[in-house]
């Protein structure tokens, strides 16, 4: 056999084993993506793309732990939500929860936690100065109470309270204390389209599961749901 020939063939051969190296590596490739798809599937609610609760809560205090006093931990609830699925259907209800977690998502960008806790309740932890925070949540408040637009193009009327607390004022950087301090907050500013500041007070407040005496859909927490 010639060189130029002997040269081909090795050149083949190499060819071939490269070509067979890259169908399981190929293959795996494609596993591993479907798997981390999967995973970061499960972290997210799938009506809101918010993260759930563990995984907020994960991502919640790598935020603290990392910014310490310049952060701000929020809490929003939605005011008459049970009234529009009542009204307008359950279809209707989930349209408003997806435009929540898009508009709260815009807000507070891609450096916060923000996760669905459990039927129109959300919770935020982002990077925060508190000179900021005081007209960061004015237009949070006129986002969430900007109509949302239904499928076959009706305008519902949505509203939402909101609190929020700062290490600084509370004194402590536990997040599950923030948020007991901004859910206290929140309850004391329900309905009043402004959102409602946490002080140190409100981290001792008489409370079931959480949450203050006599308000429904009470939970732990720091919980997984």
Excluded: C
């Amino acid at each position: 056999m010639s060189s130029a020939l002997r040269v081909q063939a090795q050149f083949g051969q190499r060819a071939l084993l490269l070509a067979t190296a890259a169908v399981p590596l190929t293959g795996w490739t494609v596993h591993a993506l479907a798997l981390h798809r999967r995973l970061t599937a499960a972290k997210k609610d799938p009506l809101t793309g918010l993260l759930r609760r563990d995984a907020y809560t994960v991502r919640a205090r790598q935020i603290l732990a990392r910014h310490g006093d310049n952060t701000a931990v929020i809490l929003v609830d939605g005011d008459h939500f049970k009234n529009i699925n009542d009204s307008l259907g359950h279809a209707a209800g989930d349209t408003v929860l997806a435009a929540y977690g898009t508009r709260l998502t815009a807000w507070a960008g891609r450096n916060a936690s923000i996760g669905r806790l459990g039927g129109d309740e959300f919770a935020i932890v982002l990077p925060m100065h508190r000179a900021r925070l005081e007209v960061r949540l004015a237009t949070l408040m006129g986002m969430l109470h900007t109509p949302v637009v239904l499928d076959d193009g009706r305008h519902v009327d949505v509203a939402a309270s909101v609190g929020a607390a700062t290490p600084d004022v509370i004194g402590t950087r536990d997040l599950p204390l923030l948020q007991r301090a901004a859910d206290a907050a929140l309850y004391d500013g329900k309905h009043s389209g402004h959102a409602h500041h946490a002080t140190r007070e409100h981290t001792s407040e008489p409370s079931i599961n959480g949450r203050r005496a006599g308000r429904p859909g009470t939970h732990v927490w720091g919980q997984a749901a």
